[in-house]
T-cell receptor, first 114, second 112 residues
Framework: ETGVTQTPRHLVMGMTNKKSLKCEQH?????MYWYKQSAKKPLELMFVYSLEERVENNSVPSRFSPECPNSSHLFLHLHTLQPEDSALYLC?????????????FGSGTRLTVV | DAKTTQPTSMDCAEGRAANLPCNHSTISGNEYVYWYRQIHSQGPQYIIH???NNETNEMASLIITEDRKSSTLILPHATLRDTAVYYC?????????????FGKGTRLSVIA
């Protein structure tokens, strides 16, 4: 365990479903991130939260909706996804945006959209 | 952030040193070299970072050339569990406005 916990580990959902991915860290970090990793592609940054405020939205479609209720929890709400959204979704945290070399990643959620 | 160039893949015999090169010829004076690795189906893991001096920790050593245009990550005694994709990233240390961006990395296969 890295200290960043993601649930569920695996998720299969239909294109009309609504689901949420959860990320939790108790490392005392103040910045949290969502990354997407599609097959044979580099990791793509999706969202950045610093002190619970979204500071970056990397041109992500609105069918992905992040939520950061506090500095320990981060959610990614999913609705009306497409099959091409199938990927490994990774959450990471760091002490702050400034001390961002110390990223700690979770193990990811493997999402399959059918 | 400066771009990096890494070989697509490498093989290494178990127990031998794995030397992973990275070219970063356009690196700026205040940019550090970071290495992360990603074992299959897991999240990336921080390994080491450095500015211009060689660095060593319990996982690896980082050798940076004097002109800082290239570096080498050394795993001194590779094991099968070191099989992973290794990412070399160049960025300013406390670049709060620039989150970590990953390239394609080098796929290292450690062979028994």
């Amino acid at each position: 365990e890295t200290g960043v916990t993601q649930t569920p580990r695996h998720l299969v959902m239909g294109m009309t479903n609504k689901k949420s991915l959860k990320c939790e860290q108790h490392l005392g970090h103040n910045a949290m991130y969502w990354y997407k990793q599609s097959a044979k592609k580099p990791l793509e940054l999706m969202f950045v939260y610093s002190l619970e405020e979204r500071v970056e939205n990397n041109s992500v479609p609105s069918r992905f909706s992040p939520e950061c209720p506090n500095s320990s929890h981060l959610f990614l709400h999913l609705h009306t996804l497409q099959p091409e959204d199938s990927a490994l979704y990774l959450c990471a945290s760091s002490p702050s945006r400034e001390r961002s070399y110390g990223y700690t990643f979770g193990s990811g959620t493997r999402l399959t959209v059918v | 952030d400066a771009k990096t160039t890494q070989p697509t893949s490498m093989d290494c015999a178990e127990g031998r040193a794995a030397n992973l090169p990275c070219n970063h010829s356009t690196i700026s004076g205040n940019e550090y070299v970071y290495w992360y690795r990603q074992i299959h189906s897991q999240g990336p893991q921080y390994i080491i970072h450095g500015l211009k001096n060689n660095e060593t920790n319990e996982m690896a050593s980082l050798i940076i050339t004097e002109d800082r245009k290239s570096s080498t990550l050394i795993l001194p005694h590779a094991t099968l569990r070191d099989t992973a994709v290794y990412y070399c990233i160049v960025r300013v240390l406390n670049s709060g406005n620039t989150p970590l961006v990953f390239g394609k990395g080098t796929r290292l296969s450690v062979i028994a």
